[in-house]
């Protein structure tokens, strides 16, 4: 082989060496990330809570859960003062935020003590209640 393919093949040789270390150094650099992602989100207890806009007719409910850097699936319940369940919801609270809403008009509810229900994937619940006059 001539000097010059000998220089081009060490060129690509070394090209690919530093491209293989830079993808290296890239992957350990977004697992810690990561992990220091998880360590600055503020820990809070699970909490779901309810407010009544009668000016508004509407009924918002919140759940707000300590922030993670992955998505989270969960399950909303409203449940009726007769017991009935009104509505169930799948949603998924996205990696990086701590929280979900949901909203339901007052006019035409059943007057009582409504329950807002969340069920997370391990099963834990969290409620609230609240009444309608």
Avoid at 44 to 58: G, K, Q, T
Avoid at 60 to 82: A, G, H, L, M, N
Wanted: charged fraction near 30%; glycine fraction near 4%.
């Amino acid at each position: 082989m001539n000097l010059k393919v000998r220089i081009k093949m060490i060129k690509i040789i070394l090209l690919s060496l530093f491209l293989i270390i830079c993808n290296i150094n890239a992957e350990e650099q977004t697992v810690e990330n990561q992990n220091f992602s998880e360590e600055i989100f503020e820990q809070i207890e699970p909490n779901a809570d309810c407010l009544i806009l009668e000016d508004e007719n509407s009924i918002i409910c919140k759940f707000e859960v300590t922030r993670t850097s992955y998505d989270k699936q969960i399950k909303i319940e409203w449940i009726s003062p007769s017991g009935e369940l009104s509505r169930e919801r799948d949603m998924i609270i996205p990696a990086g935020h701590g929280s979900i809403y949901d909203y339901r008009y007052i006019n035409g509810r059943e007057l009582g003590f409504w329950t807002f229900k969340v069920v997370l994937e391990d099963g834990k619940n969290y409620s609230t209640q609240f009444e309608l006059k």
